[in-house]
């Protein structure tokens, strides 16, 4: 009886602290499942109007979101584009630092605004074929959020028929929307990768990496228009390795590390590519 109770104590110690450890990697890696993304994060204001009339559904910004999300894209606004004080996308479509304004409040890297507009058209078709034809166009331009910079204008055509007028439109809107976020991905990538191929790549090793402190550096290095990408090499023992690519030179990262004040950063050692720090007091 007495060795039974044994076992059973040993195998509540045993699950209890299987259990610490799992809850302490868990909430330790948390902020770093946030890591910077290899691609820019991207915010997208786009409007529909089918027939000269606005649409509320917001079917071709959501399109061009999930597009972005399924190649690797972060995107920074979805589903928030009702909470956003905007004065109208057409004025953010006329006004590229104006657009650029409203993306860095939401730490965006490029933003992508303008419109898809759908009009009917009456092909005078049979009606028992195709009643109603659709004709979509978009007038979008993606903008690099550092400089103001246009990165291409995408004025896209597209056409549908349907039985019903309703789906018409939506074939339609939906086809261009399509086109547009290959476009808009394609010129994304493509400037990026020009600035991806002027980075370095630089090591930086946090000595006393708790999870405070891990959350913290985190959200210094994030906003950081220099810093394209962050991966994590390791943590072992308190100790962080992240991987950094930097548009900058490594004491360029090191300055801006050391005058951050919120948290405080001490720089231990600089070698080769490598920063050493300390976070916090």
Not at 183 to 192: G, H, L, Q, V
Not at 201 to 228: D, F, G, H, K, Y
Not at 249 to 258: D, G, H, M, N, R
Request: hydrophobic share 40%.
């Amino acid at each position: 009886m007495r060795k039974t109770h044994t076992y059973f104590l040993t195998a509540c110690i045993i699950f209890a602290l299987t259990l610490i450890v799992f809850i302490v990697n868990t909430r330790t890696g948390k902020a770093l499942d946030e890591e910077k993304s290899n691609y820019p994060s991207v915010m997208v204001l786009v409007d529909d109007y089918v027939d000269g009339v606005k649409q509320e559904r917001l079917m071709g910004q959501a399109i061009i979101e999930e597009y972005f999300l399924a190649n690797n894209f972060t995107v920074a606004n979805k589903g928030r584009k009702d909470k956003i004080n905007v004065d109208g996308i057409t004025l953010f479509y006329a006004n590229p630092k104006r657009s650029t304004e409203i993306a860095r409040k939401y730490g965006a890297d490029t933003i992508i605004v303008g419109r898809i507009v759908c009009d009917y058209n009456d092909l005078g078709k049979v009606e028992e074929i195709a009643p109603f034809a659709y004709d979509s166009r978009s007038d979008v331009k993606p903008i690099r959020v550092s400089d103001s910079e246009v990165l291409g204008y995408g004025n896209l055509v597209a056409s549908a028929e349907a039985i019903e007028k309703s789906a018409a439109s939506e074939k339609a809107l939906e086809a261009v929307a399509k086109k547009v976020s290959k476009f808009s991905t394609a010129r994304i990538a493509e400037f990026w990768r020009k600035e991806i191929y002027g980075s370095i790549l630089i090591q930086l090793v946090c000595v006393n990496a708790s999870e405070e402190n891990i959350t913290s550096l985190m959200n210094v290095l994030n906003p950081l228009r220099e810093v394209r990408a962050v991966r994590k090499r390791s943590l072992r023992d308190n100790v962080l390795a992240l991987d950094i690519r930097y548009f900058g030179t490594i004491e360029q990262l090191s300055k801006t590390l050391s005058n951050t004040n919120e948290p405080i950063i001490e720089v231990l050692n600089i070698k080769n590519n490598k920063i050493e720090i300390k976070v916090g007091k």
